[in-house]
């Protein structure tokens, strides 16, 4: 499924600075700037293939990959859902031989005309507290806000996934993670 939510980001686009989309590495592009007397121009950022993990527990983890067409580096700070109260940038570490999930303290950097891809075992948005359960086939809104405050703001499906096994941090006993 190649569903990709367009969004809206509040950003200037770069009149030659619009680079090839879908590449993972870290683009040194230089910072966009906008021609004498252009008008700020919306750019896009799109989230590919979004999805969020089906439960009936408290947590649960949403995926996608986050493409970033606005010319500039976007460096996602805080995340929020209409499901939860708590929604936590998340990353998974290896603790001794056990994957545990911890915060991102630093979030998530999406590279000018680069991408970023949340999936399990990996970085991915993480809801906390969550008071119904989510079914699958259910759509679920998700917010990413960036550091300069601009977001964007996407539908992922819910699809069943049995969890790659991570521990959460916290919240007493380890349970399977996204
Ligand atoms: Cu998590």
């Known amino acids: 499924m190649l569903t990709r939510a367009r969004i809206r980001a509040v950003a200037f686009l770069a009149a030659a600075g619009v680079l090839a989309a879908c590449t993972s590495s870290v683009n040194p592009a ?3 700037t906008t021609p004498q007397g252009a008008a700020p121009q919306p750019a896009e950022v799109t989230v590919e293939d979004p999805w969020i993990k089906a439960t009936d ?3 649960t983890g949403a995926f996608g990959t986050i493409h970033n067409d606005t010319g500039r580096d976007l460096h996602a700070v805080s995340a929020a859902s209409p499901l939860s109260a708590r929604v936590e940038l998340h990353e998974v570490l290896a603790q001794g031989t056990t994957p545990v999930m911890s915060e991102m303290p630093d979030g998530f950097l999406i590279p ?3 991408s970023y891809t949340l999936e399990p075992g990996g970085p ?3 809801l906390m507290g969550l008071t119904a359960p989510i079914e699958a086939g259910e759509d679920v ?3 990413l806000t960036f550091s300069d405050g601009s977001d964007v703001t996407w539908t992922a499906p819910a699809r069943t996934y049995s969890g790659a096994g991570e521990s959460y941090m916290g919240d007493g006993e380890a ?4």
């Open 30 to 32: 230089p910072e966009a």
């Open 124 to 126: 991915h948005v993480m």
């Open 175 to 178: 349970t399977e993670a996204p």
């Open 141 to 143: 809104e998700l917010t």
């Open 112 to 114: 000018a005309g680069g």
């Open 57 to 59: 527990e408290m947590m």
